[in-house]
């Protein structure tokens, strides 16, 4: 099948949406034969007898015995009776204060804080002295610095609020279990 200018026609599509054709749009419902088969609608071929297993009862056909929901809850209280109470395992404030790692922690903030602080200050203190890059190195130096000095001071900043939302939290679990 062509259409007026010789062009092939692809019978399972609509010929409007195919190149060269010249005429008149129709739409209407498309029939029965232009529609492409799936395997949703073309079903698989039925098992010959001789290949047919028995299905293991599923899951939930499987009845088990559950006790009255008055069993556990008089289960589950004389448990929690029987058992000590353990002491919840938070550290207090006093507790975190006194921990190497958070000391240490803290030590690190005030360094890059400070240190951040030290590294822009001499840098812009340097290229204003010197009225500018004079070299390679110092250019170099000076894009470190811009970028380096405040992702420093910022790193520092983080570790402390870090450092207070443990401490906020400890304190919090301290004052609501005591």
Do not use: C, K
Not at 51 to 76: N, Y
Request: aromatic share 6%; glycine share 8%.
């Amino acid at each position: 099948m062509s259409d007026q200018n010789g062009a092939p026609i692809d019978p399972r599509y609509d010929p409007a949406f195919q190149r060269g054709f010249e005429g008149e749009v129709t739409t209407a419902p498309r029939g029965q034969s232009t529609l492409r088969r799936t395997a949703a609608v073309n079903p698989a071929p039925a098992r010959p007898v001789a290949q047919q297993v028995e299905e293991s009862p599923r899951a939930a056909d499987v009845a088990t015995p559950r006790p009255p929901v008055e069993e556990l809850a008089e289960a589950t209280a004389d448990a929690d009776a029987a058992a000590p109470v353990a002491p919840s395992p938070t550290a207090t404030p006093r507790e975190l204060a006194r921990n190497p790692f958070v000391i240490a922690l803290a030590a690190l903030a005030v360094v890059l804080v400070i240190g951040g602080a030290i590294w822009a200050y001499e840098g812009f203190a340097t290229i204003v002295r010197n009225g500018g890059t004079r070299n390679e190195v110092e250019y170099w130096a000076a894009q470190t610095m811009s970028f380096g000095a405040p992702l420093t001071i910022i790193v520092g900043v983080a570790v402390v609020a870090a450092l207070l939302v443990l401490f906020g939290r400890s304190w919090q679990r301290s004052h609501r279990s005591g």
